[in-house]
């Protein structure tokens, strides 16, 4: 099995707010996932402290070149640590904290993205974007999960 090296590229700053159902922070973010200097998705996440162990993804898959894709819609992904596990469960748009990202389009289906995963290796890519995304991946090794 080939490997590729990935690496994730923080934009901006982390953002801050309050969860709505115990005033604890909850961290946001986003960036872009490459593989040998070429994008291959843009990726968003949402870390409520409060709800230690469990965060959301949301993914938007670049073309073969590289290039955002207009209106190609965003995977949301829930992800939760669980007894030294990392589970993934792809949402259904109404479960996501999110709903639109713009030139990106609407968080797709859940059947949809399922249909698409494996030719959109979308849970290598979020592996990927858990790994190694240092705001994220931080906090997952200091909820307990053991590498």
């Known amino acids: 099995m080939e490997t590729v090296d990935v690496i994730a590229v923080p934009e901006g700053e982390?953002?801050?707010s309050s969860c709505s159902c115990c005033g604890r922070p909850i961290y946001s973010g986003y960036g872009e996932?490459?593989?040998e200097s070429v994008g291959i998705a843009d990726y968003w996440y949402r870390?409520?402290?409060g709800h230690q162990g469990l965060f959301n993804l949301a993914i938007a898959f670049?073309?073969?070149?590289?290039e955002p894709v207009e209106d190609g819609g965003v995977v949301a992904v829930s992800v939760r640590i669980d007894s030294g596990n990392i589970i993934y469960t792809v949402q259904e748009p109404e479960e996501a904290p999110w709903s639109d990202f713009g030139a990106y389009g609407k968080v797709v289906s859940r059947a949809l993205a399922l249909e698409e995963a494996q030719a959109?290796?979308?849970f290598n890519i979020v592996g990927a974007i858990s790994a190694n995304e240092r705001r994220i991946s931080t906090r997952v090794l200091g909820s307990g999960l053991q590498v």
Do not use: F, I, S
């Open 14 to 16: 982390e953002h801050l």
């Open 33 to 35: 996932l490459k593989a």
């Open 47 to 49: 870390w409520p402290a």
């Open 62 to 66: 670049r073309d073969g070149e590289g």
């Open 120 to 122: 959109n290796n979308l």
